[in-house]
């Protein structure tokens, strides 16, 4: 793809398309900025080459129309404090506007008018053929961001050889939304760690041809709810009734044993309801485990990212990815529409 590295930007009016969709808090501020943070070499290079004005645009949320709810403004202001820089302005949230999911080629000239070039940074958005995704980059010169191209370099390292042993782990509420990953990557993986609510599907009915490693126990509970009664069962002696919410015990040592000796690892998708304390030691065992591999990890999906944050294992990862939806697809093999635009150098 023609890149941001070979770019003469002195001068230009910019149009960045970056993924600035981050969770707000309770109060409307940014709870969680890694995103944003992301985003930041491609914005420092422009503004070190000479930008004459960088216009960002970005989704958040997904809201039907104008939505003071998910509007840019507290976006705007928290990068404002990482990059205090006036050539830069935010624009609002793109889907307050329905054309942009419709790949409106109006509502991409209108993003368009008085800019000079488009660079997409915005790897987690680039597998939706939206207006600010795929119809601007036919009006202006199009161009791949830092950010895009790292991502599609490190997630394309787990599509050719890698060295073995290769451990996939899966985790999150639905097989139908990782199974592509699955069948693309788990025929060649040697191990296929399976957790969460999709690993319930599986021993239910499995959808792969080759074998994946289940629970052998789970954390289970009365009722879905963070204060529930609790107990240590077999994966397969479930209480009629009752939930698995988090691996047990025994499959934590079991799934750190086999992600320890790995060569190469893949992690997306959460082992439990990780988000209430009782029912994260599945997924903070993974994390744990994937953070002490000498060798090449990779980890995407938001609450599997979400997970290295909070207990500080970020750092120890070869590469976090930005992109939820978009590294899955692009690790099934799907091309992806934002990507496909940019012309080749």
Known sequence: MKSLEDLDVAGKRVLVRVDFNVPLGRDGEVSEDNRIRAALPTLELLLERGAEEIAVCSHLGRPKGPDQAFSMRPVEEHLRGLMPEDRITVLENTRFEPR???NDNSFARELADERDLYVNDAFGSAHRAHASTVAVAEILPAYAGLLLERELQELGKL????????????????????LGVLQNLGGKADD??????MAEEVRDENPLDFEVVLPRDVVAAAAFEPDAETRVVPYDELPEGWLGLDIGPKTRADFGARIRRAKTVFWNGPMGVFEWPRFADGTKAVADAVAEVDGFTVVGGADSVRALHEVGLAGRISWVSTGGGAALEFLEGKELPGVAVIPEA
């Open 159 to 178: 599509l050719g050889d890698v060295e073995r042993p290769f451990v996939l782990i899966s985790g999150g509420a639905k097989v139908q939304d990782k």
């Open 100 to 102: 942009e999911t419709k």
């Open 192 to 197: 296929v760690l399976i957790g969460g609510k």
